[in-house]
């Protein structure tokens, strides 16, 4: 029997419309892929993705940033950096996209990501990841571009290649990590400095011997680097760079009028390594950074405008910015004794005690209290620093009481800033103990206080216990707050300022010698006591003449010395 012969599926239209779109595709891809070739810029449009997984559109100010790149690779410069506003999309540029576009131009490349911690390096080298395991365009456009799962984690991901290599694709590290023995064809340095630049010379000094002894070698001769980065502070790692010869930065930053995006600004204009001083650019703001945002961002505090005048302006700190040097830091710790050790030899030995609290106001975190014991004809003692998001009423009424009744302060400041009467009526109405409380004016005299305070530490006037101290310890906090103001939080320092203000009104009049039986004098302002006894003092005297303004250490020898 003469075999059936299967009939063929006759061809649809459907058919011909899918292999027409295939065709088309492989076309798209091809082109799209000698264009990325050719093109970081055009690579990123093609690829790169942003928070909502759309395309991502680049700004006028973004674009400077590719013809910055290109001109550098075209003249062989081989150390690129960029610096500009913070979320200006540097990381997913420089740290994401210039990896992923040179393992597509060459999959034997071995490129490492420096960043300030190993956790942020990780994140960028997982980002690199995601795009090669699933991003549909990579796969499409660069079909040859695929995982070898043997090396394929959060820290190091590698691609297939063509020959066998030691090193990885994709490494991330931090810049403490140390580094390895293996060598880098590209070096990429994504925001390696911090607030710890900030806080510590030591901190700085290290990170750029680290840079320049262990991962600068690390490339080969002919190695690529890369760096993004908002400015810290001047005497940084990467001030160092800027007052190089080998590197070429742009420089972007808001102008002072908050109209554009001034390219380098003019205060980078001695910066031997900064490109463009000869003919400025003023760049339109994005869509995405309106003028009144910037406004609100800037604020008017002290802290705001500083933050904003390092993260949108580029204007880094200086070591004469920062409040309370690492000299004056060191002076103050103790590390022979711990807090509790003592609290439990001023209790036995009838030290007094003082506090200062700064009340929390709208807007802010939370009320802090900080507690002081004055040795005899010796320094004042750290004894606690207790922060929470204390309400006006009964809780920070009671976490004041219940200090009181373990130290009996002979005086509780409380910083003078609209709301500090409400908590004397609720502790007048609800305890009948004592715990006389102080209006501590401070205002434009802050500063003036705040240099006082850190002369006194210098000078070992203050000591802060710091044995078996664990890193969410009160006392702990308060020395970081120490280290990075003015930046970031300070209600800690402004307890602590609060605290020194009070002891120092007492050494001024005198009710410290002897240290006899607790008395508020008379001219020291407005005294509350707790119970139906309450009364107001007012000043006998004019308060500049009670006490006077003028930094001065009162009867303490050890200061002379």
Same mark, same amino acid.
């Given at each position: 029997m003469a075999r059936m012969r299967s009939a063929r599926r006759p061809i649809t239209a459907n058919d011909l419309l899918s292999q027409a779109a295939e065709q088309v595709t492989a076309r798209f891809h091809s082109v799209a892929r000698d264009k990325c070739l050719g093109s970081f810029r055009f690579f990123v449009e093609a690829v790169m993705k942003n928070q909502t997984a759309e395309p991502i559109l680049i700004d006028a100010f973004q674009d400077e940033w590719f013809g910055h790149i290109d001109k550098c690779l075209t003249s062989n410069k081989r150390r690129i950096g960029i610096i500009s506003m913070w979320g200006a999309g540097k990381s997913t540029v420089a740290s994401v996209g210039f990896p992923l576009w040179l393992l597509a !131009?060459?999959?034997r490349l071995r490129i490492g990501i420096v960043c300030n911690t190993d956790s942020n390096a990780s994140k960028r080298v997982q980002s690199c990841s995601s795009y090669i395991r699933s991003d549909p365009d990579i796969r499409g456009i660069f079909p040859d571009l695929k995982p070898d799962y043997e090396v394929w984690n959060d820290h190091r991901i590698r691609v297939q290649r063509d020959v066998v290599l030691n090193e990885n694709s994709i490494e991330g590290f931090g810049i403490e990590s140390g580094g390895t023995s293996a060598r880098l064809d590209v070096l990429i340095l994504d925001d390696i400095c911090d607030e710890e630049d900030v806080k510590s010379p030591a901190t700085r000094e290290k990170r750029i011997l680290q840079l320049y002894n262990v991962w600068l070698p690390r *490339?080969?001769?002919d190695g690529l680097v890369m760096c993004i980065a908002t400015r810290w502070h001047q005497d940084d790692v990467v001030g160092q760079m800027l007052n190089g010869t080998d590197w070429k930065f742009i420089v972007q930053a808001i102008s002072d009028d908050l109209a554009c995006i001034v390219q380098p600004p #003019?205060? %980078?204009? #001695?910066m031997p390594s900064v490109v463009g001083k000869s003919a400025p650019k003023q760049i339109p703001l994005p869509p995405r950074m309106p003028r009144e945002w910037l406004k609100d961002i800037r604020g008017d505090t002290s802290h705001s405008l500083r933050a /904003? $005048? !390092?993260? %949108?302006?580029? &204007?880094p700190l200086s070591s004469a910015d920062v409040t309370f040097d690492d000299e004056s830091i060191k002076a103050c710790m103790d590390d022979s004794r711990s807090p509790r050790e003592v609290m439990k030899l001023a209790i036995e030995n009838k030290w007094p005690f003082f506090a200062g609290v700064d009340i929390s106001a709208k807007g802010r975190a939370g009320s802090v209290i900080t507690v002081a014991a004055v040795e005899p004809k010796g320094p004042c003692w750290v004894i606690d620093s207790h922060a929470g998001k204390f309400g006006m009423g009964p809780e920070l009424g009671d976490v004041i009481l219940n200090h009181h009744r373990?130290? !009996? /302060? &002979? $005086?509780?400041g409380v910083e003078s800033n609209g709301v500090q009467d409400a908590l004397k009526d609720w502790m007048k109405r609800h305890y009948s103990e004592k715990v006389h409380t102080v209006d501590v004016l401070t205002g434009r005299e802050k500063p003036i206080e705040l240099a006082s305070l850190c002369v006194e530490m210098r000078h070992a006037g203050w000591r802060i216990p710091t044995k078996n101290m664990a890193h969410d310890d009160g006392v702990a906090a308060l020395l970081r707050e120490l280290r990075n103001h003015p930046q970031g939080a300070s209600d800690r320092v402004m307890s602590l300022l609060v605290c020194h203000r009070v002891i120092q009104d007492f050494r001024h009049t005198g009710s410290l010698a002897g240290f006899g039986t607790p008395t508020v004098p008379d001219g020291f302002g407005r005294i509350f006591a707790g119970d139906s006894g309450s009364r107001r003092i007012l000043p006998s005297q004019p308060p500049e003449r009670i006490f006077p303004r003028t930094p001065t250490f009162g009867p303490m020898p050890r *200061? *002379?010395?």
């Open positions: !131009r060459n999959p *490339l080969t001769h #003019d205060w %980078y204009s #001695d /904003f $005048a !390092r993260g %949108y302006q580029q &204007r373990v130290c !009996r /302060f &002979r $005086a509780c *200061l *002379l010395h």
